[in-house]
């Protein structure tokens, strides 16, 4: 079991399995909010879904959408239960907001760099702290 | 990245919730997104071109009518980008989808919020809009470089939601564009090795632009010599294409845009950390990554992406005066009302119908259900359309010159200016 602190963007609790993208994803665009699957033909994880996994990817890639696709992914239930960035996105921060004051859910938002977001790629499951402790 | 931030009276007295609950909410995004960003002090803005009107799901409309419902109000002017749809598409009186339902109500939600409708992603070629240093909110990714590198203004790329913050409470985050260091040139774009002719060109600026998304990374490029009488329509060909190809969301032009009177001013002293010397080999590239399909049959000439201006307008009239669009062939100009109505009072809307073409308001052309339908070779003169309409439309697509696309909505086949190309082959 191995414990770091991240950086919070969006508080919350969470608890899940992880879901490693190699690659940047478009929230808008290379994710399908109906379902919860990821539609971009280019990135390695495509046809991979997000719903229910604690999502660890390096970055977003587009910016203007990124909100709306992640509101409406928690708006629908087909979400992550948590994501975990390398390079935080207030974008993705904005979203979870949001989706809070609209529809109550929580999908916590956390900032993790170097080796401690590295680590992750080989974790089954993360659980995650409104304080931003994530546990491997 | 975690330095306090620092709230005026009157923002800390809408986080209170003194001021109802829209502007605390409101108030409460900013700050946050201050945070994320690092900044430690907002400030005041006193314009917003917002994005978050285009419908992208149910959450874009729950979140204009809970703000509605919560007693928001734009104070200061708002001017609206596209909508998914167009208002004036008679299909759109009945709308027959979730989507179009969904984007209609979305529009009239920011009419009622009290945007001013303008329907428009290049607002800039509205009167009445930001000048020179003034701190503005800008979600759209060409009007942000526009802004930022033709006008002078200053704004960070605004995702949806937080163009809506920002602009009801008057403060963005102190971060990024807004400040002087964050706008200094960094590279240097180097065309001395292209000919002149070339530069007198349309498509020119397109393929520059596009150049400059594809090699710019995170630095903020400066093109060395654009000339110091270039046109709007030029600089916004070059902030499209470079915003779509690379993210590009600030330039400079040496000699025209006004951060850049002279290279020492763009680079504030220093020197470029990096040059790239753009050659016509480098152009052909962006060519080719700008055309996917071979010549041949057309099935659909797009333009007006952004928005085709008045000067567009000007242009386009003569090349299809007394001819008719193919009858295999659709020929679609998206525009905003307002230039569509001054092109109009010349009689130019008019004689462009009588050709054959569509003109399109309000919304983009590869979003309308037209263009949806369309399964075949497409041709444009806007490397943006280029960028975009394969991954969107499933397309193939040939860019070209405001002339050839003309020829070939005539012809319903490819027409290639040869001498245009010549350079570049």
Same mark, same amino acid.
């Given at each position: 079991?191995?414990?770091?602190?991240?950086?919070?963007?969006?508080?919350?609790?969470?608890?899940?399995?992880?879901?490693?993208?190699?690659?940047?994803?478009?929230?808008?665009?290379?994710?399908?909010?109906?379902?919860?699957?990821?539609?971009?033909?280019?990135?390695?994880?495509?046809?991979?879904?997000?719903?229910?996994?604690?999502?660890?990817?390096?970055?977003?890639?587009?910016?203007?959408?990124?909100?709306?696709?992640?509101?409406?992914?928690?708006?629908?239930?087909?979400?992550?239960?948590?994501?975990?960035?390398?390079?935080?996105?207030?974008?993705?921060?904005?979203?979870?907001?949001?989706?809070?004051?609209?529809?109550?859910?929580?999908?916590?938002?956390?900032?993790?760099?170097?080796?401690?977001?590295?680590?992750?790629?080989?974790?089954?499951?993360?659980?995650?702290?409104?304080?931003?402790?994530?546990?491997? | 990245?975690?330095?306090?931030?620092?709230?005026?009276?009157?923002?800390?007295?809408?986080?209170?919730?003194?001021?109802?609950?829209?502007?605390?909410?409101?108030?409460?995004?900013?700050?946050?997104?201050?945070?994320?960003? /690092?900044? +430690?002090?907002?400030? @005041?803005?006193?314009?917003? &071109?917002? =994005? !978050?009107?285009?419908? #992208?799901?149910?959450?874009?409309?729950?979140?204009?009518?809970?703000?509605?419902?919560?007693?928001?109000?734009?104070?200061?002017?708002?001017?609206?980008?596209?909508?998914?749809?167009?208002?004036?598409?008679?299909?759109?009186?009945?709308?027959?989808?979730?989507?179009?339902?969904?984007?209609?109500?979305?529009?009239?939600?920011?009419?009622?919020?009290?945007?001013?409708?303008?329907?428009?992603?290049?607002?800039?070629?509205?009167?009445?809009?930001?000048?020179?240093?003034?701190?503005?909110?800008?979600?759209?990714?060409?009007?942000?470089?526009?802004?930022?590198?033709?006008?002078?203004?200053?704004?960070?790329?605004?995702?949806?939601?937080?163009?809506?913050?920002? /602009?009801? +409470?008057?403060?963005? @985050?102190?971060?990024?564009? &807004?400040? =002087? !260091?964050?706008?200094? #040139?960094?590279?240097?774009?180097?065309?001395?090795?292209?000919?002149?002719?070339?530069?007198?060109?349309?498509?020119?600026?397109?393929?520059?632009?596009?150049?400059?998304?594809?090699?710019?990374?995170?630095?903020?490029?400066?093109?060395?010599?654009?000339?110091?009488?270039?046109?709007?329509?030029?600089?916004?060909?070059?902030?499209?294409?470079?915003?779509?190809?690379?993210?590009?969301?600030?330039?400079?032009?040496?000699?025209?845009?006004?951060?850049?009177?002279?290279?020492?001013?763009?680079?504030?002293?220093?020197?470029?950390?990096?040059?790239?010397?753009?050659?016509?080999?480098?152009?052909?590239?962006?060519?080719?990554?700008?055309?996917?399909?071979?010549? /041949?049959?057309?099935?659909?000439?797009?333009?007006?992406?952004? &928005?085709?201006?008045?000067?567009?307008? #000007?242009?386009?009239?003569?090349?299809?005066?007394?001819?008719?669009?193919?009858?295999?062939?659709?020929?679609?100009?998206?525009?905003?009302?307002?230039?569509?109505?001054?092109?109009?009072?010349?009689?130019?809307?008019?004689?462009?119908?009588?050709?054959?073409?569509?003109?399109?308001?309000?919304?983009?052309?590869?979003?309308?259900?037209?263009?949806?339908?369309?399964?075949?070779?497409?041709?444009?003169?806007?490397?943006?359309?280029?960028?975009?309409?394969?991954?969107?439309?499933?397309?193939?697509?040939?860019?070209?010159?405001?002339?050839?696309?003309?020829?070939?909505?005539?012809?319903?086949?490819?027409?290639?200016?040869?001498?245009?190309?010549?350079?570049?082959?």
């Amino acid at each position: 079991m191995a414990e770091f602190q991240a950086r919070v963007l969006f508080e919350g609790a969470a608890e899940g399995p992880v879901l490693w993208l190699d690659e940047p994803l478009s929230f808008w665009g290379g994710f399908d909010p109906a379902t919860g699957i990821i539609i971009d033909n280019n990135h390695p994880q495509n046809g991979l879904c997000l719903k229910g996994k604690v999502l660890v990817l390096p970055a977003t890639r587009g910016s203007g959408g990124t909100p709306g696709g992640v509101s409406e992914a928690i708006r629908l239930g087909t979400g992550p239960k948590a994501i975990i960035m390398a390079t935080g996105d207030a974008n993705v921060m904005i979203g979870a907001a949001v989706a809070k004051k609209l529809y109550g859910r929580i999908c916590p938002v956390l900032e993790l760099s170097g080796d401690a977001f590295a680590s992750l790629q080989h974790a089954e499951r993360v659980s995650i702290t409104p304080a931003g402790q994530v546990t491997a | 990245m975690n330095g306090n931030l620092t709230l005026s009276e009157d923002c800390t007295a809408m986080l209170s919730g003194e001021q109802g609950p829209a502007l605390q909410f409101a108030m409460q995004l900013v700050e946050r997104a201050a945070k994320v960003m /690092g900044a +430690t002090e907002l400030v @005041p803005v006193t314009f917003a &071109h917002i =994005d !978050a009107c285009f419908y #992208a799901g149910r959450a874009h409309v729950d979140f204009a009518r809970f703000m509605l419902e919560a007693g928001a109000k734009f104070k200061l002017p708002a001017w609206t980008n596209n909508g998914l749809v167009s208002l004036a598409d008679e299909n759109i009186r009945d709308p027959k989808t979730e989507m179009a339902r969904g984007a209609k109500e979305l529009m009239q939600l920011y009419a009622e919020l009290g945007c001013r409708t303008v329907w428009t992603c290049a607002p800039y070629q509205l009167p009445g809009g930001p000048g020179f240093g003034d701190h503005i909110v800008v979600g759209e990714s060409n009007a942000v470089s526009f802004y930022n590198a033709a006008v002078g203004a200053r704004t960070n790329k605004y995702g949806d939601y937080l163009d809506v913050a920002c /602009g009801l +409470t008057g403060y963005a @985050p102190l971060s990024g564009l &807004h400040t =002087d !260091a964050g706008r200094r #040139a960094q590279m240097l774009f180097d065309t001395s090795a292209i000919p002149g002719s070339l530069k007198q060109q349309d498509i020119y600026f397109h393929l520059l632009g596009t150049v400059m998304g594809q090699h710019a990374g995170k630095q903020i490029p400066a093109i060395d010599a654009l000339g110091p009488d270039l046109g709007e329509d030029a600089l916004k060909a070059v902030s499209a294409a470079a915003a779509a190809a690379g993210g590009v969301e600030h330039w400079h032009g040496i000699g025209r845009t006004p951060e850049a009177p002279d290279r020492e001013t763009a680079f504030a002293g220093q020197e470029p950390a990096k040059t790239f010397t753009v050659t016509l080999d480098t152009l052909s590239a962006a060519r080719r990554s700008l055309t996917s399909a071979s010549d /041949g049959p057309v099935e659909m000439v797009a333009l007006g992406t952004p &928005h085709f201006s008045f000067t567009e307008f #000007a242009g386009l009239v003569p090349m299809l005066a007394g001819r008719k669009v193919h009858r295999g062939t659709k020929l679609y100009i998206s525009t905003s009302r307002h230039v569509r109505d001054l092109a109009a009072r010349n009689g130019w809307i008019d004689a462009l119908e009588t050709a054959g073409a569509t003109i399109i308001v309000d919304t983009c052309t590869y979003f309308s259900p037209a263009v949806r339908g369309c399964k075949g070779r497409v041709m444009t003169n806007a490397a943006k359309w280029a960028w975009y309409a394969p991954g969107q439309l499933g397309v193939e697509v040939c860019f070209g010159s405001l002339q050839e696309c003309a020829e070939t909505a005539v012809k319903g086949d490819v027409w290639r200016d040869k001498n245009l190309w010549r350079e570049l082959d």
